[in-house]
């Protein structure tokens, strides 16, 4: 690690005495300890891999959409076939059908946001240094 920085949180804990827990509680001789916490922050080094991480994670988020848009929309097509079938109920399979292609549209349109933010992020890594494209004209 090139740069490291040493941040100390100090956080106060209380001293648990078995004594005083036994006797149902604390009393005002409770004693307090004092623990100091060590957080390292690296810059730079690690970039790449970071955006790296985060272009996986949104690829991911990416899939979970595309899955989610097909399967609201295939019970969107499922529930248009009820309607057809169902004359008796068509009112309320035409409503859960909406509903249906509401929640396709939805997730497509949060596949499409993940899309172009794992493009972001890919561009991200580039610009940090870790992948290299190779252009055979031009």
């Known amino acids: 690690m090139a740069e490291e920085k040493h941040h100390h949180h100090h956080l106060f804990h209380h001293k648990k005495d078995e004594e005083q827990l036994a006797a149902g509680g604390y009393g005002e001789s409770a004693e307090y300890t004092e623990a100091t916490v060590t957080e390292v922050v690296s810059t ?3 970039e790449y891999d970071e955006y790296k991480k985060e272009e996986k994670e949104h690829k991911h988020k990416q899939h979970l959409g595309e899955a989610g848009a097909i399967a609201a929309g ?3 097509l499922y529930e248009k076939h009820e309607a057809k079938k169902d004359p008796e109920h068509a009112h309320r399979h035409k409503i859960e059908e909406e509903v249906a292609a509401a929640a396709a549209v939805g997730s497509g349109g949060f596949a499409f946001h993940e899309h ?6 890919h561009k991200e890594a ?9 252009h055979f004209f031009g």
Request: no cysteine; charged share 50%; aromatic share 4%.
């Open 44 to 46: 730079g080094e690690n």
């Open 74 to 76: 295939a019970f969107a």
């Open 116 to 121: 172009h933010e794992k493009k972001k992020d």
């Open 126 to 134: 580039e610009e940090a240094g870790g992948e290299k494209k190779h």
